[in-house]
């Protein structure tokens, strides 16, 4: 089976503190219930959780959908966002995760990454070259995600033409996020194999995309 690979790009700064990582851990549990619900999804789809603040880590390699078990995310008191650091890590899981076609297997379909942060990468330098980068990497998709007033939708448009904002950052905005996220991943299932273009669903109110 070809599998559909989404990475999961999540920032745990000292700002996401409280109620928005809380938030963040309802919308994730959300998700996972709502991709399992979707045959086509739990036939293809694996997914892996990377965090980001001083440190980048990763809390759950790229895993397959029935087999997701979920930790708690947790944040530390303050610290830097070091969104280039992390965004260079996807990149090199990327090139020794997902299978390319050989003659045992067929290649997996392009992954997807979703990229969240409520301010500013902190590595600029690391970020920048991170931002020429990425492009050289077979993603389906990109959809990068601001959140909250301090999320700067300029920074996050040099990685990819996707990008949504959230104005608050209170339960009910992630909780509308995360769905929309698993309605786009649940599209991306049913598309693989008869389309390599994934037209992104309409977004819910909460959820504003940036033109």
């Not at 999804?41 to 997701?68: C, G, R, W």
């Not at 339960?171 to 273009?197: C, E, L, M, R």
Request: proline share 6%; aromatic share 6%; net charge negative.
């Amino acid at each position: 089976m070809r599998r559909l690979p989404v990475y999961l790009l999540l920032d745990t700064s000292g700002s996401m503190k409280g109620e928005p990582i809380q938030a963040v851990n309802v919308g994730l549990q959300s998700l996972m219930s709502s991709l399992r619900s979707d045959p086509y999804a739990l036939d293809t789809v694996y997914i892996s959780i990377i965090t980001f603040d001083k440190d980048v880590k990763v809390i759950m390699p790229l895993t397959e959908l029935s087999q997701v078990n979920l930790s708690e995310i947790k944040c530390p008191e303050s610290g830097p966002t070091h969104l280039g650091e992390a965004l260079e890590l996807v990149c090199n899981k990327v090139s020794t995760e997902v299978n390319l076609s050989s003659e045992e297997k067929k290649a997996d379909w392009m992954p997807l990454l979703f990229v969240m942060t409520d301010g500013k990468p902190s590595d600029i330098q690391k970020f920048q070259e991170m931002s020429a980068r990425i492009k050289e990497y077979n993603f389906g998709n990109i959809i990068a995600c601001g959140a909250g007033p301090k999320a700067k939708d300029s920074f996050l448009r040099t990685i990819t033409n996707n990008v949504v904002m959230l104005d608050n950052l209170d339960s009910a905005s992630f909780q509308a996020y995360f769905k929309w996220v698993s309605d786009v991943v649940n599209q991306g299932s049913k598309s693989a194999g008869i389309s390599d273009d994934l037209e992104l669903p309409p977004p819910p109110t909460e959820v504003n995309i940036v033109i």
